[in-house]
């Protein structure tokens, strides 16, 4: 036990041969390693009756993401300085560096996707459009 508190995402699978399918695509989440990349902890399958679901364990990102906080800003008459601005981009911009040195391409980066952690860092997650280069090709993963 690390008493860190994680997350469960629960994405609806249609069949066994598909969730089995995504469990093995999923796995090479677990391998990220990166200050600004969430980090994986586990990927299973949980059946409940017909029901079928690819769960996805993950580190909890008590700040939310940066969508909302941008939202919680503005909706206080408040902005960013440009100092913090210039922060969260190079934080962003060190997690993809990062992924694309694991030839891995997110395709849906957006404020939704960037999510608030502990001290305030910045971490991609969200990685069910990401794509793995393989041997020159760009093949579609679930994550």
């Known amino acids: 036990r690390t008493g860190m508190?994680?997350?469960i995402k629960r994405v609806p699978c249609p069949s066994i041969r598909a969730g089995n399918d995504a469990l093995q695509e999923a796995k090479f989440l677990q391998a990220l390693d990166h200050p600004h990349v969430v980090k994986y902890v586990d990927v299973f399958l949980?059946?409940?009756g017909q029901e079928l679901e690819v769960?996805?364990?993950m580190e909890f990102c008590e700040g939310g993401d940066l969508a909302r906080r941008l939202q919680d800003v503005k909706?206080?008459?408040e902005s960013f300085t440009e100092e913090q601005c210039r922060d969260w981009i190079s934080q962003?911009?060190?997690g993809l560096e990062y992924l694309h040195l694991e030839k891995i391409i997110h395709r849906d980066i957006k404020l939704q996707n960037i999510l608030i952690?502990?001290?305030k860092t910045l971490k991609i997650a969200?990685?069910?459009l990401a794509g793995k280069i393989e041997h020159g090709l760009r093949t579609s993963r679930v994550g």
């Open 75 to 77: 909706s206080c008459g």
């Open 126 to 128: 969200d990685f069910g």
């Open 46 to 48: 949980h059946q409940e």
């Open 5 to 7: 508190v994680r997350v």
């Open 117 to 119: 952690g502990q001290d």
């Open 92 to 94: 962003i911009a060190l």
């Open 55 to 57: 769960c996805t364990v």
